[in-house]
């Protein structure tokens, strides 16, 4: 008996811990040394199909990011080119020049303005929070550039991106430059358990910020299926997405397209509005969606709507 209530109360522990701090895999931190393949090369870098060239340095510079394919996209706003100020860090630097992101920030591709600029408002009120990144930059943007920014990432087509594969084992990987998952360098492969593994699929064009050179989102086996169970009729525990996204749940009124996004994107979100650190007046529509989900449930969901044509 005694036994029992001890383990009871460590399980209780445990899932109090696991709610307080968000799981490390969906939310990369910076590290102290971080590493990037190809980093070291001094020259300059070209990726496939591109006929322009940038040095490392240039590849880097958050405040005028390379544009591989100046072609591929309508004339871009200078905040979007070039950010703002010195706090305003060029938007196309995290999110691309095609919109379409890494994992470690997100695809803003066809977003409809409307809710591009609400998701600035709430960062900026920190409703919603992104203390290292989007608080900040939202913080000090100009209305009139919010504006053009966010017409601009909504005239994008959405590509896809992300190639979703269940997996046991994955190979074993490391968060490098840029909070992006790279694979060891020593090799090897471990256990998924309960995550998701998003790495680059060309980790040195990821790393030069090639807006071609997409991800691939390990997920355990079987969670596409439990997670369509989830999406289409709530599996006893939510509601159908599409009731608020819209039939091909590429979005309706507020509610944006979930449909094709980065499974670790997607699973942050999930767990932002679980735990409170997304919280606008918008997402509040959401707290109910996720109140009874448990990790393993988000991952879930992340995995099939990450499976789905954007
Ligand atoms: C230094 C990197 C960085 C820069 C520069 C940056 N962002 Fe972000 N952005 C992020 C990250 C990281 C997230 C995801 C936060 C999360 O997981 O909730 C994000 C999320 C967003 C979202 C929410 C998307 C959604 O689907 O809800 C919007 C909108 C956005 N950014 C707009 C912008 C705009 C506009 C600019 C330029 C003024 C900009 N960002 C510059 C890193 C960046
Ligand atoms: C009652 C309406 C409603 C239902 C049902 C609903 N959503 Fe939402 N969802 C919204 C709204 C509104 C937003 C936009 C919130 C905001 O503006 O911050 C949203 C946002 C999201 C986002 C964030 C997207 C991004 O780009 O950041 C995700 C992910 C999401 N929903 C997933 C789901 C899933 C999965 C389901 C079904 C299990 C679901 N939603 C059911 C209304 C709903």
Known sequence: MKKTITLLALALFAHGVAAAEPPHWAYPVVVEKPIAPGADETGAVQIPGASRSYTYAQIDDLMNPPDWFPDSHAPAPNVVKSGAGKTVLACGACHLMSGMGHPESSPLAGLSADYILRQLADFKSGARKDPTRMNGIAKDLTDED?????????????????????????????????????????????????????????????????????????????????????????????????????LNLKGLGDAPSISGLSPLYLFRQLHSVLTGARSGASAALMQPVVAKLNEDDMIAIAAYLGSLAP
């Open 146 to 246: 919010a504006k053009q920014a966010a017409a601009w990432f909504a005239a994008l087509k959405p590509i896809a991106w992300t190639k979703v594969v269940e997996a046991d084992s994955v190979p074993k990987s490391f968060i490098g430059k840029g909070r992006m998952r790279f694979v060891s360098p020593e090799g090897g492969n471990e256990a998924i358990g309960s995550r998701i593994i998003e790495l680059p699929q060309d980790p040195l064009n990821a790393a030069r910020r090639d807006p071609r050179s997409g991800f691939t989102a390990f997920v355990p086996t079987g969670s596409i299926a439990t997670g369509e169970k989830f999406v289409k009729s709530g599996g006893g525990k939510t509601m159908p997405c599409n009731v608020c996204h819209g």
